[in-house]
């Protein structure tokens, strides 16, 4: 009997640019996004960091959190 293994993630949550590291210019990405009508993130999943299932403002206020106050990380995959 074979057991079912799952594939790698296809991104890192929270990695907007899509380089493997989470740093300010993800945040930064993130809000332009949202408010400035710039371009989503290559992968939508990655911009999610708490995985609601919704872009907004709370996935760019956790990231920032997470970088530079040592608040929780981005959902899985992280």
């Known amino acids: 009997m074979l ?3 799952e594939p ?3 991104f890192i ?8 590291e989470l740093n300010l210019n993800d945040a930064i990405s993130f809000l332009n996004f949202l408010f400035r009508g710039r371009a989503a993130p290559a992968y939508l999943d ?3 960091a708490d995985d609601s299932g ?8 956790r990231l920032l959190n997470f ?12």
């Open 54 to 61: 919704v872009l907004n403002l709370s996935d760019a206020l």
């Open 67 to 78: 970088l530079f106050r040592m608040g929780p990380p981005p959902a899985a995959p992280f």
């Open 8 to 10: 790698p993630p296809l």
């Open 46 to 48: 990655a911009g999610d």
């Open 13 to 20: 949550r929270g990695d907007a640019d899509g380089n493997g």
């Open 3 to 5: 057991e079912a293994v």
